[in-house]
């Protein structure tokens, strides 16, 4: 079976020109019987809030969380990630609905606002002894959250070192600093909690395909069906091969 991408808003055709590029068939995924002819799913990036909206009018959470509970894999990025999480603080007025199922507390935009983006060199050991490759990894975060608290299941597979003073909470009329600060703290970046993967950051606007090629090791891992090829896939529904979208190298 083929990797689905949630496509209602975000970067859902960098994920799958990643995939492509690895040879696996990426569906763009937007109603919820869709969702019944994938054994992975990747939720992108994109504007938390919107998404929630356009998942909520189109029915997708009831299905989403039942994928999740079926323990099929799934990974979040950015938004994605927010989405994943039992708890989320910092949001707009009136919250958002989440899928959850990651344990875990993210703060929706822990690192600022979009000018305040930014890419760092990572550390991810974890990456590395299996999938190999530089000794870092290059995150993009845009508007990012990040990984607040996490409970006894959840495994850290990357940390961003910030000010101690960086706000914990906000929103229009309320900030919370941390209390006890230090010099320096490093928050959460990226996680896995059994068939969830979750990262603050866009792998997929990247050239380095080793946070796909992990997960694509849990699709198997899990004994979901053999990933269909992209070429194949393509041929056998009469589309033409996506043709590849530029990314930051």
Not at 168 to 175: A, E, F, P, R
Request: hydrophobic share 40%; charged share 20%; proline share 6%.
């Amino acid at each position: 079976m083929a990797v689905g991408v949630l496509a209602l808003q975000g970067s859902f055709n960098e994920h799958i020109s990643a995939l492509v590029r690895l040879g696996v068939k990426g569906v763009e995924i937007r109603k919820p019987e869709q969702l019944e002819s994938v054994s992975s799913l990747i939720i992108p990036g994109g504007e938390s809030t919107t998404m929630a909206k356009l998942a909520e009018y189109h029915n997708m959470f009831p299905a989403l969380r039942e994928f999740v509970k079926m323990g099929k894999p799934v990974w979040g990025t950015c938004a994605g990630l927010i989405f994943l999480a039992d708890k989320a603080v910092g949001q707009k007025l009136g919250g958002q609905e989440l899928v959850g199922g990651l344990d875990c507390t993210v703060n929706r935009n822990y690192f600022g606002s979009q000018i305040q983006s930014f890419e760092a060199e990572l550390a991810v050991p974890k990456i590395v002894s299996q999938e190999g490759g530089p000794e870092t990894f290059r995150g993009v975060f845009i508007r990012a959250p990040a990984v607040l608290e996490v409970g006894p299941g959840v495994e850290v597979l990357a940390e961003y070192p910030v000010p101690s003073a960086n706000v914990l909470y906000s929103s229009s009329g309320v900030q919370i600093q941390e209390e006890n600060a230090v010099p320096e703290k490093k928050v959460i970046v990226a996680v896995k909690q059994g068939n969830i993967l979750g990262t603050a950051f866009h792998p997929e606007l990247t050239g380095d395909t080793r946070w796909h090629t992990y997960f694509l090791k849990m699709a198997n891992e899990t004994g979901s069906s053999t990933l269909v090829p992209a070429v194949e896939a393509n041929a056998a529904i009469g589309e033409r091969p996506r043709i590849d979208l530029p990314v930051f190298q």
